[in-house]
Each structure stands twice: as structure tokens, then as C-alpha cells.
Antibody, heavy 121, light 107 residues
Framework: QITLKESGPMLVKPTQTLTLTCTFSGFSLSAGPLGVGWIRQTPGKALQWLSL???????EYNPSLKSRVTITKDTSKNQVVLTMTNMDPVDTATYYCARRQGAPHYGFDYWGHGILVTVSS | DIQMTQSPSTLSASVGDRVVISCRASQNIDKWLDWYQQKPGKAPNLLIYMASTLESGVPSRFSGSGSETDFTLTISSLQPDDFATYYC?????????FGGGTKVEIK
């Protein structure tokens, strides 16, 4: 059974750094074509892809977030960590982690339940 | 960035109706397009990948078609469980981008 679960603070203050952890089970991120990504959904329901890390260590980022986002993986713990600096109220959203399939599929086939992060002083 | 535009943004339909949702890409994405269904309070759920391939376990009343810039998601006979919001997403190039969503409501 494949599961993913997001954890981290639900409330952060403006300018603080957000650290979210995705803990997964049922697959490995040490080999194969898989990836784990982060997607967020604003209260207005827009979905925005943030970042991806692949089993081979390759990483991709959304340029719109410039240098604010960092993604890392810990294959021994089956975890992927997203760090986002200089948080702002516009970053208030539900943050999801999801598994990305490799060729020929490429879809996000398993998702966590999401964690609502509110940015407020 | 590749912009994804869905239409309509809201659709009112009845059980049994055939429903068609459109998604247009701002540039050629070949068949690098997925469709997701999202219900309130839940994460998106993958329905179709590579424009037309049904994800395992998804009912056959869902189908996808299209290529290059124009795509459609069709529900052949709308069921009560299908009232939800649907999103398209391109993975031709980074950054991966989603459409704005189409909410299917009960008429």
C-alpha cells in the first residue's frame, strides 16, 4: 500500500522559514524512475507545482519561487523535505506531496492528504 | 511558462448527462497532459495521463482526447460521485502547470 503524509507547522509568521516533511511508504526513492513533488493549493483553489526530486537525485524547481525553495530527500527515512524561506501571507495554502511516475506515465498517481499552512503574524 | 486554460470554469449538469471539459495549452505540449478530479477537502486524484490513458481503477465513463494545444475530458454519463472539480496539468516542460479548474455542479 502506497501512502504519503505531510507534516510540519500549520502556522508560521511572515519572514519565517517553512519546513515541511513528506513521509512515504510502499515505494522507494532510491532507484527507478520515480519522483516526489510538492504542489500547493491556494484558498482560491489554484494549484501550483513547487518542486520535484527524483530517485536519481535530480531536482526541479518552479522559477516563480526563485531561490526560496529547497527540496531534499532522505532515502533511509523515506522522506522528502521542502524548505521555503521568507514566508508571506500569500503563501497561505494547502501543501501536498505526491509521487510522480516515470515513463511512460509521468502523472502524480499518489497524493498525501495535504497540510494547511497559514502565514500570519 | 506554459499557460493552461480550462473552460468552462463552472458547469451545471444532471445525472446521466454527457459532460465535456476543455483545456487549452498556450503552446504545443504534444500529449503531455494529465487530468485530475478533486472533491472538497481531498487531494486531487489522477484520472487520465498522457492525454488519453485511463489510470488504473478509474471508471470507463471517463475519457480524454486531444493533442498539441487542445484537449478534452469527457464523462459519458455523469454519476452522483462525479460532482467535483477537474484540473488539467501539463508536463511537457518545467514549470509544471495546472489549469484553473472546472467545477461540475448539480443542475
Amino acid at each position: 500500500q502506497i501512502t504519503l503524509k505531510e507534516s510540519g507547522p500549520m502556522l508560521v509568521k511572515p519572514t519565517q522559514t517553512l519546513t515541511l516533511t513528506c513521509t512515504f511508504s510502499g515505494f522507494s526513492l532510491s532507484a527507478g524512475p520515480l519522483g516526489v513533488g510538492w504542489i500547493r493549493q491556494t484558498p482560491g483553489k489554484a494549484l501550483q507545482w513547487l518542486s520535484l526530486v527524483y530517485s536519481n537525485g535530480d531536482k526541479e524547481y518552479n522559477p516563480s519561487l526563485k531561490s526560496r525553495v529547497t527540496i531534499t530527500k532522505d532515502t533511509s527515512k523515506n522522506q522528502v523535505v521542502l524548505t521555503m524561506t521568507n514566508m508571506d501571507p500569500v503563501d497561505t495554502a494547502t501543501y501536498y506531496c505526491a509521487r510522480r511516475q516515470g515513463a511512460p506515465h509521468y502523472g502524480f498517481d499518489y497524493w498525501g492528504h495535504g497540510i494547511l499552512v497559514t502565514v500570519s503574524s | 511558462d506554459i499557460q493552461m486554460t480550462q473552460s468552462p470554469s463552472t458547469l451545471s449538469a444532471s445525472v446521466g448527462d454527457r459532460v465535456v471539459i476543455s483545456c487549452r495549452a498556450s503552446q504545443n505540449i504534444d500529449k503531455w497532459l494529465d487530468w485530475y478530479q478533486q472533491k472538497p477537502g481531498k487531494a486531487p486524484n489522477l484520472l487520465i495521463y498522457m492525454a488519453s490513458t485511463l489510470e488504473s481503477g478509474v471508471p470507463s465513463r471517463f475519457s480524454g482526447s486531444g493533442s498539441e494545444t487542445d484537449f478534452t475530458l469527457t464523462i459519458s454519463s455523469l454519476q452522483p460521485d462525479d460532482f467535483a472539480t477537474y484540473y488539467c496539468q501539463q508536463h511537457k516542460s518545467y514549470p509544471l502547470t495546472f489549469g484553473g479548474g472546472t467545477k461540475v455542479e448539480i443542475k
